[in-house]
């Protein structure tokens, strides 16, 4: 379901210069990163402060692998807000976005209820409710996991929107489907600055060729269940991270064979998608 447009909101694109919630949740994503990257559960904890050191603690032979998804680890994230202080964005990172309905019967769309970004290490740099300009019709609570309790503290579209726009100024940004994303926040980003999990051709061999679903792939190169009931889109961003990271290099080089066609079909004045 595509998102909708809200005319009074303005659209904002990110130029190519360089940089100047609150939700429990289980994140099995946790454990791979702990298992990929050699990092003490005890510094997983004070990363993200109220995460339990001892459900890190579990014995290697029970995280998660690539081949089996049947050990989950359950851990309580800590209430993340925008706080650039404590969790600095770096060069890379991830977003994701849920949404909830709005309209009736044809004229439903969706409208922006939540926005999680985290960096490359998987902190949370900004997680934000935003609430609709419309009424809400559909929370559709079961797969977004936004309430109507969750509005009591949620932002207006143009401050959530300022916000990611700055973030996201001269970053990586990885996503899965993220043009769906962009689109419901009205901002642009240069391509050659977006990692798409969602288009990425290695991953589309798991799917035959279509799109693939972030679910699927968390489940077939990560080894770990993610979206079993509401969707988390903290949970959501750090997968595409952990996706990303263990195909970098692969990612930059075909990032780089764009960027080159791109440059050598615009000298001859033909635009190249």
């Known amino acids: 379901m595509k998102p909708s447009f809200l005319p009074s909101c303005h659209a ?26 050699d990092i003490a559960a005890v510094d997983i904890s004070r990363a993200h402060d109220n995460i339990s050191s001892t459900m890190l603690s579990l014995p290697s032979s029970n995280l998660p692998t690539k081949a089996s998804s049947t050990a989950m680890l359950s851990s309580t994230l800590a209430d ?13 990172i991830a977003m994701d976005c849920e949404m909830v309905g709005i309209g009736e019967g044809d004229n439903e769309s969706s409208a922006l209820a939540r926005v999680s970004i985290v960096n490359f290490h998987g902190n949370c740099v900004l997680d934000c409710f935003v609430k609709p300009k419309e009424d809400v019709t559909d929370w559709r609570t079961w797969v977004s996991g936004v309430s109507p309790q969750d509005m009591v503290h949620a932002l207006g579209f143009e401050e959530v929107q300022k916000r990611v726009a700055e973030l996201m100024n001269g970053r990586i940004l990885i996503g899965h489907g993220i043009k769906n994303d962009l689109d419901c926040l009205l901002i642009g980003h240069p391509k050659r600055y977006i990692r798409d999990t969602s288009r990425y051709p290695e991953f589309r ?35 595409c991270m952990l996706l990303y990271k263990r195909f970098k290099d692969d990612f930059e080089r075909q990032n780089q064979i764009y960027c080159h066609k791109r440059g050598k079909l615009s000298r001859i004045g033909i635009k190249f998608r």
């Open 12 to 37: 904002v694109f990110i130029s190519d210069q360089q940089p100047s919630t609150s939700i429990a949740k289980s994140s099995a994503s946790l454990a791979v990163w702990a298992k990929d990257d």
């Open 80 to 92: 993340c807000t925008f706080q650039p202080d404590t969790a600095e964005a770096g060069k890379y």
């Open 205 to 239: 061999k798991f799917s035959k060729g279509r799109t693939p679903a972030l679910k699927m792939l968390a489940k077939e190169i990560l080894g770990i269940e993610i979206q079993s009931g509401s969707h988390s889109s903290i949970e959501d961003a750090r997968t």
